[in-house]
């Protein structure tokens, strides 16, 4: 027994055209990957590999020899790495190899019962290469040759340039919606539609993680009106574990008065219709009372399980430190965010409704997708823009009459999405009280009827981290 052990701990498989049925994957073309019996797990996790910065030549070797679980594991390994250096600390984290990822995608599956799927978007100089994985049927491997790490950064900056602007036009930024469209989502939608696959995880790589994934479009649907979309750093960097939301309280928190920054007057309604309209029971703390000490005495008190911070946060291209949320008396650097220990206990959500990311800049793309792992929340909906007040006023209260009964917090943020493209949430007719919109200032109050369709006001908000 001993022997057998021994030579199972040293010794790979090639598995050709085989099918291993208690994983549940299938290769269709040769892979070289090791295959321990069930009793020496233990020891891969124990030994497993530190992450690394990507070697672009053995992750190219491969994804030509097909060799997906190699390429996976390389990515996981190769973006952690970029997020840690960014972020100047060791992140909690699992390790899994590619099998082990579906199997998990299947837990998930059977305790959402929805189907999702892990898709990584891997520029290279040559080309994109895209990888799915979900619980059923094999690894798909898809090579964009049209698309690699130069062409890619430029459409994606010229679609958030063009977007960001609502007197934009959809001729300026429906081509670039498309052409990424083309590239990204696609290649797959034949596995994704066979697998009936509902919720996207995208793991991305550089140039594409500040990406307005729900903007993106097939030339009759935005993606979000298709897909439950989120973004991830990593699988192995990915809290998997969540409560049901219904029942929890909010500790709604945020600033409508700036010193050295633009002013949102539209916060005291903003806070007031999550926690005073019967929305969520919770705590507002506004102002003057909306320091880091209050909300770390709010948090010692009652464990809320939502936070909402309803102010500004600005992710620089510069280095973390340069990155922060304002509070009332202070700026609390992105690099500082774990301070605010929203693991313990554990924040299922944590919602940031003014965040503002600089454009196209590899460093603000991993402080924005990173926001999640950072803070300790499962989740992060965050803003790449700043949206104006009447827009992220009607999203949000949108938003969480939503997280009442939607099946999976994604599909929260994905119903209030494509009700706002449609034209259908107005301020007028949205779910904010009439005393509560008198209350507002009269030049918001003049926005009643203000157009809310352009995906100005919607596509900037994200959902980071954990989507179910």
Same mark, same amino acid.
């Given at each position: 027994?001993?022997?057998?052990?021994?030579?199972?701990?040293?010794?790979?498989?090639?598995?050709?055209?085989?099918?291993?049925?208690?994983?549940?994957?299938?290769?269709?073309?040769? +892979?070289?990957?090791?295959?321990?019996?069930?009793?020496?797990?233990?020891?891969? !996790?124990?030994?497993?590999?530190?992450?690394?910065?990507?070697? $672009?030549?053995?992750?190219?070797?491969?994804?030509?020899?097909?060799?997906?679980?190699?390429?996976?594991?390389? +990515?996981?390994?190769?973006?952690?790495?970029?997020?840690?250096?960014?972020?100047?600390?060791?992140?909690?984290?699992?390790?899994?190899?590619?099998?082990?990822?579906?199997?998990?995608?299947?837990?998930?599956?059977?305790?959402?019962?929805?189907?999702?799927?892990?898709?990584?978007?891997?520029?290279?100089?040559?080309?994109?290469?895209?990888?799915?994985?979900?619980?059923?049927? !094999?690894?798909?491997?898809?090579?964009?040759?049209?698309?690699?790490?130069?062409?890619?950064?430029?459409?994606?900056?010229?679609?958030?340039?063009?977007?960001?602007?609502?007197?934009?036009?959809?001729?300026?930024?429906?081509?670039?919606?498309?052409?990424?469209?083309?590239?990204?989502?696609?290649?797959?939608?034949?596995?994704?539609?066979?697998?009936?696959?509902?919720?996207?995880?995208?793991?991305?790589?550089?140039?594409?993680?500040?990406?307005?994934?729900?903007?993106?479009?097939?030339? $009759?649907?935005?993606?979000?009106?298709?897909?439950?979309?989120?973004?991830?750093? @990593?699988?192995?960097?990915?809290?998997?574990?969540?409560?049901?939301?219904?029942?929890?309280? +909010?500790?709604?928190?945020?600033?409508?008065?700036?010193t050295n920054n633009t002013q949102l007057p539209a916060v005291?309604?903003?806070?007031?219709?999550?926690?005073?309209?019967?929305?969520?029971?919770? $705590?507002?703390?506004?102002?003057? @009372?909306?320091?880091?000490?209050?909300?770390?005495?709010?948090?010692?008190?009652?464990?809320?399980?939502?936070?909402?911070?309803?102010?500004?946060?600005?992710?620089?291209? !510069?280095?973390?430190?340069?990155?922060?949320?304002?509070?009332?008396?202070?700026?609390?650097?992105?690099?500082?965010?774990?301070?605010?220990?929203?693991?313990?206990?554990?924040?299922?959500?944590? +919602?940031?409704?003014?965040?503002?990311?600089?454009?196209?800049?590899?460093?603000?793309?991993?402080?924005?997708?990173?926001? @999640?792992?950072?803070?300790?929340?499962?989740?992060?909906?965050?803003?790449?823009?700043?949206?104006?007040?009447?827009?992220?006023?009607?999203?949000?209260?949108?938003?969480?009459?939503?997280?009442?009964?939607?099946?999976?917090?994604?599909?929260?943020?994905?119903?209030?999405?494509?009700?706002?493209?449609?034209?259908?949430? !107005?301020?007028?007719?949205?779910?904010?009280?009439?005393?509560?919109?008198?209350?507002?200032?009269?030049?918001?109050?003049?926005?009643?009827?203000?157009?809310?369709?352009?995906?100005?006001?919607?596509?900037?908000?994200?959902?980071?981290?954990?989507?179910?």
């Open positions: 027994m001993k022997q057998k052990i021994f030579i199972w701990r040293f010794l790979a498989i090639v598995c050709i055209g085989m099918t291993i049925s208690s994983s549940g994957w299938i290769w269709s073309m040769p +892979v070289l990957t090791a295959m321990p019996p069930a009793a020496d797990l233990r020891l891969a !996790k124990i030994a497993r590999p530190k992450p690394q910065p990507i070697n $672009r030549q053995n992750l190219q070797r491969s994804l030509d020899r097909q060799d997906l679980v190699a390429a996976v594991r390389q +990515v996981e390994l190769g973006w952690q790495y970029q997020y840690e250096a960014y972020y100047e600390g060791k992140f909690k984290s699992q390790y899994f190899e590619l099998p082990e990822i579906q199997q998990k995608l299947a837990q998930i599956d059977r305790a959402t019962n929805t189907k999702s799927a892990l898709l990584y978007a891997v520029p290279l100089p040559n080309a994109l290469h895209l990888i799915l994985v979900s619980a059923q049927g !094999k690894p798909i491997h898809k090579i964009v040759k049209d698309a690699n790490a130069k062409t890619l950064p430029v459409v994606a900056k010229t679609l958030r340039r063009n977007i960001i602007n609502p007197q934009t036009t959809n001729s300026e930024y429906l081509p670039p919606a498309q052409q990424l469209d083309r590239w990204m989502i696609q290649p797959i939608t034949a596995e994704l539609t066979a697998r009936k696959i509902k919720t996207i995880l995208f793991c991305l790589g550089t140039g594409l993680r500040g990406l307005p994934l729900a903007a993106l479009h097939d030339g $009759r649907q935005f993606l979000v009106e298709r897909y439950n979309l989120a973004i991830i750093p @990593a699988f192995n960097l990915l809290d998997r574990q969540s409560k049901t939301l219904p029942g929890l309280q +909010v500790l709604a928190m945020g600033a409508a008065k700036f005291p309604v903003e806070l007031a219709t999550i926690t005073q309209q019967g929305s969520w029971s919770g $705590r507002v703390l506004l102002n003057e @009372a909306f320091t880091l000490n209050r909300f770390q005495q709010a948090r010692a008190q009652t464990p809320y399980g939502i936070v909402h911070l309803a102010t500004h946060a600005d992710i620089s291209a !510069k280095a973390v430190q340069d990155s922060y949320i304002q509070f009332w008396d202070r700026r609390l650097q992105l690099d500082r965010v774990r301070d605010l220990r929203l693991d313990k206990p554990a924040v299922q959500l944590l +919602v940031l409704s003014a965040c503002r990311t600089a454009l196209g800049t590899p460093n603000a793309e991993l402080g924005f997708a990173g926001l @999640a792992v950072q803070s300790g929340a499962k989740a992060v909906v965050a803003s790449l823009w700043a949206v104006d007040d009447v827009g992220t006023l009607v999203l949000m209260s949108e938003f969480y009459q939503q997280l009442k009964t939607a099946p999976v917090k994604s599909n929260a943020l994905r119903s209030t999405q494509i009700a706002m493209l449609k034209g259908n949430l !107005k301020l007028s007719n949205s779910s904010i009280d009439r005393r509560a919109r008198g209350g507002l200032p009269s030049e918001l109050q003049s926005s009643q009827d203000l157009d809310l369709s352009h995906p100005y006001y919607w596509a900037a908000f994200t959902t980071i981290g954990n989507p179910w």
